[in-house]
Every structure is written in structure tokens, then in C-alpha cells.
């Protein structure tokens, strides 16, 4: 591996770090320092604020969200569980709470995992009113009758939901969509590798000298972010959006995964696969009917977005998943390295996928041209191959990635080959 | 299984049993009683006679052929085989005969099966005169040499072809076609099964509070019953029947099976695999090329109407097929029922199968309309699951059999899914 | 097999042998040597010249190469190395040359097989000017140090290319194409075979009593002489060959081999997977990706001409492939025959493929007709139902390999079947 290529992975490790501890929710000031950090990475970031009660389809934007702090302090004034410690220790959404109380008043407001002992889990109830703490099931089998003061200082109360917008223009006003979400607390797979994978697209989209493509990049809370976007620009998304991505659990080393959009077989989902084909890693392929994040909206009907999902480990599929577990020993710079790698080799394959025609009819004599190698090996003679076979294909009916999948050839490599037959005036380019 | 369940299957087989001893064949007094017979189930079944010669596409109505007595007299005077017995002892359309002859003369005109030698054969033939007698081969065994007397008193005469038909009118012009035969003498599953669930099906229709669909119910005599009926109605069949069955070979307790039609996938085919794919039972697929019944006339070119057969032991695959041994034993009050159940959930699903389309841009907010069950549980998590996968498949382009088949969920479970979300405004019914 | 037959493939082999001492190449004496020689076979091939440096899309007719003598002779003035004994001893295109050198200077034009080392290899250097030697590994080897005498006396100046073209007219301007090439030195899978059996396959379409399609016939060099053809004749070609077959390598007894057109299910294609797939042999299905010879042309962008290749071991596949192993012992009179019989096939069922219609509804009453045998035997129970099964598909969508393929049966068994059922007034043919 490059020496750049491990600096960009410690560089996304670091950036993950940066943004682990911060308390993320549905809304409040925890999406804004993060958004207010991604934006030191040197992109122009628009951050928006909706007012909480604003409409968006079937839903209405929630009440803001924020926590002073919150811990529970046993009868010798012990604080044995605090939010400073772990932020996953606070029910999201908690309303405000002071009281002292018995363990057998407190066990319905605590939250563990018996099968997981030394995991908090992360628990939320965003759409009705509760208040909860969230330990280690070692923890709170430890836990003495007696009395115990409970205090939760957040406040609950109309404010504004705040979400994240890049625009990266490019030639032409077709776009390809990156959605992530900011809206999780300190856990590392799901979700801080979707919003630090996405930011290292967009800087590596940023100094590109050209792109064909309009590239939208969203940083949202999860299901009502993307439901009231989609809401303020369904007529333009239908009209632009060619391909799009849905960003998260990108960062563990485990696997990589694939979810597809509702319709299948879209240009997304199709240089999705052929990318992920050709990987030499091991891929889980899941069915629409898997889904679980913000392709849901996307493609619902009526939107009909080509939204597909590339992930490492998919969430709801690994052991840490929505737990204190899922953290920045699992989600490592390789991991996010290589989910970087599988996105950025899917955005360059659709800046230079079209159609091709070859421009002679019967084969062309390549001889004459030095388009033979001079030296013949076994990566010469796949490469005349290829380009052979690419020719044979060229009828202008195929794209590139099509032709790859007809040819059993990586798209990849065959851009070097067809920048040669462009040049040399045997392939050309469809012109729209 | 419900007390009114297990009645049915029991009046099911009650019916068959009195239908059983008729001797029925192409034509003739059997089938004019097994009408009469159904008509006290309450059914307006219609009554129609068609004269000998009236011609019918490439073929004619045959001569009529009744029966007053058949039997072999030994020379000591002992009826030996008689049709009184068992009506399967007369080869089918015998023509008159009295004489008296060797067992050397007797013996080209009797029919018995070494393999099966408890079995009686059944025998017809219906474009060739002849005579004949059917009998065990353990029977045929023991025939002393000498003279045997052999009378059959049947006519064999211009006379008509007798068939049922049973309109039972919906709110659309648009029928559903159910063909059954009643030609068959005394044998069960091939063929009392048929007629018999048919029967009950049209009670089913008769007593629903409304009907989308107008249900043509035939009674015919096989293969020339059914090509009569077709030449009389064909313009009209093709353009109003949208999926049709050939009810047959459907009461013993085997197996399921399905034969498609010619073209293979049209609404019967799909709403058939559907029911059967859900059903907790062994199926066995058939293809077209295994055809043996009316979906012959009904699918053959120029007809082209979607019918299919879904059936228990298909004819021809079954040990007792074709002889005595296909008795009501064979047939049995289960039987019969899981045969009813089959095609009622078909006809079922058919009445409220139709595109559906969601109502709102992305995914409602079901928790504000209770539309989340309070207590969680395996089922209703299955059922939330399918409410959600309905709606994100729910685009307007599958019906209700395409959403079942694409989210894994047997159609009929999602019928009350539907209603609450169509309550609800959440989905919308396609207008037509 | 009939007598006729094992006649036929003991002609063919004649015919190869009379052919195989001849030096073919691209250009040059051999290939008219060839084309007057199958003339002598009673076919009407016109030949054509086609001069040096003529442009023929993005390439150019090379100079014409004809050799007179050529050796190498060691020091003690035996030939041992000599064009007469066998003409793949000269590399193809080999310049002049008389000189005497050292082994060590000899050495680079040498040319041998360490793994084959009792085979002569079979090269050649259109494209760049080379002189060299052919000879077995065996032989190299004994070579002693000292000097050589080298001699090749041949031509290679403007002249010009031959081929030979045959046009057997039918009752429509539509054609079938067949191609094979005449411009390989003693070698006799890879390429005598491909002309001795399209030579057989013309003189067997010259003696049809009639014919539907037009046949376009022509002897090419490979790929310079499809190039050239398909240069001067395009426009035709596009409009009239509704399907064709390159044929090559169709000589040996081990297997069956089909390359299909690059468009995969042209005419061409559906009737040579029919034909095979009721072969009872061997058959290797092969992906257009492995092509290597004219089809590359004939289906190449812009030409799109319906045309595969069926062939028996394919050339690339086997040991002797383009060496001196490639004999008249591994070309057969068998082999031929095989290869000659599956093209006939093809070519039969080509000129009696259409689509066809019942004439009456329902099915046919087959009995009063005397389509049904008197005697039923396995054979004629096959022959029933596949009457039966053709009828049921007759619905004028299907052709009759179509209707084959539906109903597991071999097109070329249906033909007499149809005969008769036409000649009954119970199916139409297609009238235009």
C-alpha cells in the first residue's frame, strides 16, 4: 500500500476520533459541532436549521434535543452511571428527570444486555416521551436495593432540526447523490464511518481538475433528515440524481456488503456490483428487503431515487452493532480505507462510463499502430484481450461497465485501453 | 381445524357418496341425474342438451348411450360380472349384445390389469363400436372353458350430449371460468372429486355478499363437452375471462399439484403458484407437456384462455388411476377440503387482487397511527415487517400476488394489512 | 450407416488428401491451386483477385508470397531441412534469402516445440518481414555447431489475393452465409476440413430439387479475405444473410464445438443448438469471448451478420492445433461425415423452419383421420404426443425450432409430422 494511501486511512481514523465523543441525536448541538468539524476539513458544508413541528411528507421535524448532563448517584452519593463517562449511558430523547427513587422504581428505566454483559446498549425513543439509563448488564447486577437520585438536566423543547449540504458542481447538472447521517452517539461503525468516508469523498471529489457529474452530498439525521430533504427537493432529485449512495458502516475490516435500491438494477446498483465483482474481498449481498437506513426513503414509491447501499459489516448483521461495543477498535484506518477505495472506484467508473463505438467496421489492424506489446507476457496478452474484446463489443449499445460484465474485465482497467483507442481514433465516445 | 370446516369436508364427501353409483359417461341418463343431483345443493345450475351430430369445431356431439343391464351369465347361470355391481364391469359406449360363446370367444372383449389383479379398469370407446367387460384379474383367473352367455342392453343412438353451466354475476363483466367434468362413472378422485368441490365452491361464490368477478361454472363432459362449449362461446370467453381453472383429480390426500397453462404465467398461473408456494404442503409442478384434461381445449391455439389446473394426484400419477381402486376411500372428507381451500383461496385472492399504490412520499409515520403493535411479538413484528414491505413495494405497477410474491408474504395474510392501510388513506385501491 | 454415406466420408477424406500437400497462405499460387481443384468438384465458384495495397476498411491487401524452394543445408550438403518434404517447414511469408551461417546465427530463425519436440509448428509474419525455419524440437537438437547453408527462393511482391465465391440461388433473395478459409499450409483439422466439407455441403444444396434460401458460398483467406468481402459487400450482406456459419476445424472424431454469434441468439445460433443439443454426442458450448476466427469479422460492430460457428475440436483446443501432428489421421472420413451431417441438419431444418398455425380450434379429432398408428409401439406413442405437443404450440408465434425447444423434440423428427398434418388441412404455414 501507498504511503499516501496509509496516510489518508490514519487521516480518517483521526477525524473519527475527533467526532467519537460528541453526543449526536435526531437534533440538537451535537449534529452542529459536527458539522462545524467536518467543515474544518476544508469543505464548504451549508448547514440548514428546520424549525421543530415544520411538515415533511407524513412527519413533522421533533423537538430539539439537548443534555447538560445526566448520571445516577447511589445512596452514598457515588455517581455510579454518567453521561461524561459514555454518552450512550442517556436514553436518547430522555426527558428531564430529578428525583431520588428505589432500584425497584429505577429497574423500568434501565436498559442491558444480558447477552452482552460488558455492552451498554444504545436505545432511544425519539417519538414518545420516556426517560432511561443504559449499562452494562455486569453493572446493574451489582446494583444494591436502596435508594438512588436520578438526574437528567436536558432540555426537550421546540427549537430546529440541523443537517449538512455540499454541492460539488460539475459539468453537467446530472448528479450523483452521498447520503450520510450525523445523528448517532459515540458509536464508530454505525455511525461515524458514513459521515468520515463521505468527507474524504468529497475532498478527494474537490480536487478533481474536472468532473462530469454534479455531486450531492447530504449529511442528515437518519429517517427524518432524508424525508424532510427529499420533501424540499423531490421534483430536482428526480429530475438530476443519476446514481446515489447511501454512506454508513463503512469502517469495520470485516466484509463488505451490498444493499440494493428497490428497482435493482439501476446505474448505481450496477457499478456498485461490477466494483464490488471484481474486489478480490469477500462481499455479502443483500436483497432491498434488508434495508434499513435512509434508502428506505429514497427509493420509496413515488421518489424512486437509484439509491443503492455499499457497506463493510451491514448494520443489524454484527455483534458490536447499536452498542458501546461498535467502537474505534473495530472501525479501523484499513476498514475506512477500503470502504473509501470501494466508493471512490465507484464515482471514478461512473465520471467515465458511457457508451463507446468502435469506428471501423471488422477488426482494426492494431499491429500497425503499436497497440500490440512489444513484449509479450501474461498481463500483455489479457491486456490485448481485453482490448480486443472491448472492440468487439463496442456496438454503442453497451457502457463501459456493461462491457465489463460482458467481458469478464474489470471497467477499471479498461480505462487506460480505451483512452488509447480514443486517441488512436478506433473508439468513440457517444456524444451526449 | 374449525367444526364448520370439518362439516364441510364431511358434506363434501357425503355428496360424493351419492354420486357415486350413477354411471356416468360422455352422455346419457348418469350425467342428467348427477346434475339434477347438484342442482338440490341449491345451485341454478342450467341444463342443456345438444342433439348427436351437431358438429363442433373439428368434431361431432356423439350418439347418445344408456345402460338397462349388463352382465356374463356361467353355464350354470351365475351372473359372474355384472354391472349392477360395479358400473366399471361395461367397457364404456358397449353396443347391444346377447349371445352365447366360448371363453376363447369371450375373452378379446375382457379388459383386466395383471399388475393391479384386484383392480377393475376402467374402459371406453367412444369413436369405435365394440363390447367389452371389465373385470379383476384375479376374476379373469379362474374362468372355466365353456359357454358363457353375455348380455348387454344398452342404446347406443342419436340422442344429446347433457351438460351443466352455472353463471353466478359479479359487479364486473369480467369472469372467472371453473370447468369440471362429469362424464366419469364410478371412480372418486378421477372423477367425483371435480364436480363435487366445484359444487362447493359455487355455494362458497353463492353466499358471498358481493362478487368483483362473474363466475362461469361448467359441467361438461370432457374433451368433447368442453370443445362444444368453446365453439359455442369463444368470442366471449376470450374477452372476459381473466383467469380460469379446470377442477379435477382433487380429493385424495396426496400431494398438491399445479399444470400451468400453455402460456404460463397468466393471472390463473400466477395466483395458483402463489396459493400453493404458501401452502405448508408437498407440491408437485407440472409442465404443460403433461397436460391431460380440458386446459387442452381451453389453451390450445386460437383459444388461448389463461386456465390452469390445480389439483391433489394429478390423473396419471396415481397407483389407482383409471380403476375401481379410485373409490371413496381414496377420496376422503380431507382430501377434498384441502382441494376446496386451494381454489377458494385462489378465487380469494383474485377477487382482491389489484394494484396498489402508497399515498405518501416516503415512509409514513405508523407509530402516531397505532399502526405499530403495543406488544411485541415474533408474529406481529412478521406483520410489521410485511406492512412496511408492502408499502416500499407498493408502487403501482405490482399487484397484490407481485407484492406477495416479491416480499416473501403469502397474499392472503396481507389482505388485512391492506384494509387497515387503505383505511387508513395510507394506500391507495387502483380505480378500474 | 448407409452405404451412401460411408462413400461420402471417404470422398471427403479423397478430397482433403488431394488438397493437403498444397502450400496455401494468405496470397500466392496455393490458394488458386485449391480453388481449381474444388471447381473440379462440379461447383461454379468464381474466383476473384484482388490486387496488393487495396484498402479494405482499416486495413490493406498484402503483397502476394510465393516460394519456389527453400532448405537448410549443413556443412556437408545435405538438405536437412527442405520445403518439399513438408511446407510448414518454411515460416509463412518467409523473405529471400541465400546465405551460409553459423548455427548461432541460425538459431533465431528457428523455430520448434520443446514440449511437442516431434512436431513441426506452423508460423507465420504477414506483417512484419522475417525469414525462418520450422522444424521439430527433436531435430534441433541434433544440430551440430558449423555452418549452414540457407536458402528461400521465394516472391513476396505486389500481386494480389484470391478467393473463390459461390452463389447457389433459391426461391428468395434471403441468404445463408457459409464461410470457411483456403489459407493454411498441410495442416488438416485447422484448415483443410473447413472447405472439403463446405464443398460437400454446396454440391448437396446444387442438387436439391429447390431451395428457399440463397446460398452465398466463398473460400476466403482468413480475416484479410472476410475483411475484404465484407468490405465490398455490406450493405448486401446486412440486408439478404438471414443466417450464416463460419466452418472450421469440423474434421477430427472427438467432440462437438459451438461458438456462438457475438449477438447470441441469432437464426444461426438457434439452429445450431438445436441440432446439437439432439446430437448424441459430445458437444463443447463455447462463449463468443473465445473466437479466433472469421466470426470476429462477421460479427463485429457494424457488421452484425447472424452468424456462429459449429465446429468439432476447436482450434486452440487440441494437442495437434496448428502443427504437423494436424494430419490426415486425425482428420477422418468419421469426422468429417459428423461434421458434414450437423451442417446438412442445420441447413435443412434453415430451409423448412417457419412458423406455423392450427387451422382449427381445439384439438383436432386425429382418430377419424388416421393420424393416430393402428399399432402402438414406445416409438409411436413419441410420435403421438409429439404431434399432439405441435399442435398445442402451432399458434403461429413459434417457428418450428421454437416449437421444438417447447416441446423437447427434435425439429428435423417434426418435419414429416407437419407434412402430414399440412397435407390434413389441420396447420398452416406461414405465407410469407
Known sequence: MSEELITKGAEMHRLASQLYPICRSLTGNGVRQTLAILQQQ????????????????????PEEWNVDEAYIEDSKGNRIVDFTTHNLHLLGYSEPVNRTISLAELQPHLYSLP????????????????????????????LDEGQYRVVIKSQLKPGSMTYGELIIPGESPDEILISTYVCHPSMAN????????????????????SRRY?????????????????????????????????????????????LPSRQENTLADRVAKHV?????????????????????????????????????????TYPEYHTSLDDLNLVTSDGLLGGFNVLKSCLLLLEH????????????????????PTISSKDSANHVQDMMNLLAYAD???????????????????????EKLVYEGLLLKESS
Open 115 to 142: 447477552e452482552q454483559p460488558d455492552a451498554i446498549p444504545y436505545v432511544t425513543s425519539y417519538y414518545h416521551r420516556r426517560w432511561g439509563f443504559c449499562l452494562t448488564h455486569r453493572q446493574r447486577e451489582t
Open 190 to 209: 454505525n455511525e461515524l464511518s458514513g459521515p468520515v468516508v463521505t468527507t474524504f469523498l468529497a475532498k478527494w471529489l474537490n480536487q478533481l481538475p
Open 214 to 258: 454534479t455531486y450531492r452530498i447530504v449529511f442528515l439525521p437518519e429517517t427524518i433528515g432524508s424525508i424532510y430533504y427529499i420533501s424540499q427537493h423531490l421534483a430536482s432529485l428526480k429530475k438530476n440524481v443519476k446514481a446515489g449512495f447511501v454512506v454508513t458502516c463503512i469502517g469495520d475490516e470485516r466484509t463488505y456488503s451490498y
Open 353 to 372: 462510463n458511457t457508451r463507446y463505438q468502435a469506428s471501423v467496421c471488422c477488426e482494426p489492424q492494431l499491429g500497425r499502430r503499436g497497440l500490440y
Open 42 to 61: 476544508g469543505l464548504d458544508i451549508s448547514v440548514h436549521e428546520v424549525a421543530s413541528g415544520t411538515p415533511a411528507f407524513d412527519w413533522y421535524i
Open 276 to 316: 464490488l465483482k471484481h474486489l478480490d474481498s469477500e462481499v455479502d449481498y443483500y436483497s432491498y428487503l434488508d434495508r434499513g437506513s435512509d434508502e428506505r426513503q429514497y427509493c420509496s414509491p413515488g421518489v424512486d431515487l437509484p439509491v443503492c447501499s455499499v457497506m463493510r459489516s451491514k448494520y443489524g
Open 396 to 418: 454503442g449499445s453497451l457502457d463501459l461497465i456493461g462491457i465489463g460484465d460482458k467481458i469478464n474485465a474489470y471497467a477499471g482497467n479498461l480505462l487506460p485501453i480505451v
